[in-house]
């Protein structure tokens, strides 16, 4: 059955970076307009196909197109040119805006019952205000509502404020997709697409033991009382065969699991890049347990394109970066098998070792990857692990001088 779509659309500023913002002022209102438009048209719009309605909330919460509006591709068009609209407000009334769909959205306004499957998509550029909703028996209400609920961050403000509280609004941990800038709007539309397939929704997260297995004798120092800040970037493209992407997770699961984990010890996150590049919620500094990061690893699905964004990906860490940390280092560790970068990410990765004291590691997971890339990408030979040993990669990690 063809997905309901109900979109919440922020009317405000939406800060991309510190020095430009995207909104939907008369200057800049065509990226977001054209980000909805390109969506819809990628849709079947019928009343037995898909259907959108659409939300802003500002000051106040406005329906922009109901879901009879959003009927005809025709008719979501036009309410999408003419009615979505900028109300010149730094207000983010995110609860109002949950009211109103929690009233609107229903057999009256044309809601489907039945096989049809119901995805909520929240997209926010800033930290809301107004009422709390997480926590709240109005969100409750929503995640019951609906048979997936995802959210977007849209801009670096989103990336530094709501960090903690998107993957709250959201009923599975890989739900939640920043995005930092406008060229990344058609990742997000495409992400949207793949979850508002029937039958696509990651299930609960299977419990994670909470005991860190006994480290391998061959690494030299304790792991469990070491306090670092590991940014886990693992490439998802089609370049891995099939078992070397489950070998790979693996890999990463067996160097992640004998750390101890938390915010008084060692914190992990995690970004997957590919076509596009991801970050994923993993409560990085946020009360983070083993769970959190050793499930989001082994939850981790392959892409069926070539693509390798690792430049967007090393940007999408910079919030956590920026932030301050009682970590002794911040150590990076990017898994792949393919070296293909749409934009090279040498100049970024020495940006960030620069200004952040980041300490890059890579293990050439595949032949498919240049090995002389990856040296030149972290800085020497001894960063990076040769695809022939790529069996102890945990241990070899583990010993490295940057975390021991």
């Known amino acids: 059955m063809a997905p309901t779509l109900v979109f919440l659309f922020l009317t405000v500023l939406i800060g991309t970076s510190s020095a430009s913002h995207i909104c939907l002022e008369a200057s800049c209102s065509s990226f977001i ?8 048209t990628s849709l079947t719009i019928s009343p037995l196909d898909s259907q959108v309605a659409i939300y802003a ?9 109901s879901l009879n509006d959003g009927s005809t591709l025709s008719g979501l068009q036009a309410k999408i040119n003419k ?3 900028y109300q010149g407000s730094s207000e983010r009334n995110l609860f109002q805006a949950f009211s109103k769909i929690q009233v609107e959205v229903s057999s009256s306004t044309g809601l489907r019952v039945a096989d049809y499957k119901k995805v909520i998509v929240v997209i926010s550029g800033d930290s809301w205000t107004g009422n709390n909703v997480i926590g709240s028996p109005l969100l409750t209400q929503i995640q019951q509502k609906f048979n997936v609920v995802l959210s977007v961050g849209f801009g670096s403000k989103a990336l530094a404020n709501l960090n903690p509280q998107l993957p709250q609004l959201t009923n599975a941990p890989t739900n939640t997709f920043f995005a930092l800038t406008v060229d990344q709007l058609a990742y997000v539309s495409a992400w949207i697409s793949s979850y508002s397939c029937p039958g696509v929704q990651v299930p609960t997260a299977i ?3 909470t005991a860190a297995p006994t480290q391998s004798p061959s690494v030299t120092c304790s792991l469990a009382t070491l306090k670092y800040d590991v940014y886990l970037i693992v490439d998802v493209s089609n370049k891995a065969s099939d078992t070397d992407f489950t070998a790979m997770k693996v890999a990463i699961h067996d160097f992640v699991a004998p750390f101890t984990i938390g915010d008084t010890a060692n914190s992990f996150a995690l970004v997957t890049t590919g076509i596009d590049s991801q970050l994923f919620y993993t409560a990085f500094h946020n009360g ?3 769970s959190d990061i050793l499930s989001a690893v082994d939850g981790l699905l392959q892409d069926d394109e070539p ?11 910079q919030g956590y970066l920026m932030k301050p940390s009682s970590a002794s280092k911040k150590n990076l560790v990017y898994f792949t098998s393919n070296t293909n970068w749409d934009v090279s990410p040498t100049s970024t990765m020495n940006s960030l070792k620069n200004k952040f004291s980041l300490s890059p590691l890579a293990v050439q997971w595949g032949s498919t990857a240049s090995s002389s890339d990856l040296i030149s990408l972290v800085g020497g030979s001894d960063c990076v692990d040769n695809v022939s040993d790529k069996a102890s990669s945990p241990q070899w990690l583990q010993n490295k001088n940057n975390f021991c």
Do not use: C, D, H
């Open 307 to 317: 693509g390798q964004t690792l430049n967007m990906a090393l940007n999408a860490i």
């Open 288 to 290: 983070q347990s083993r």
């Open 57 to 65: 909330y500002g000051t106040t919460a406005q329906t922009v197109a």
């Open 33 to 40: 307009r054209n980000f909805l438009l390109q969506f819809v």
């Open 207 to 209: 419990p994670v033991s």
């Open 83 to 85: 009615t979505l609209k």
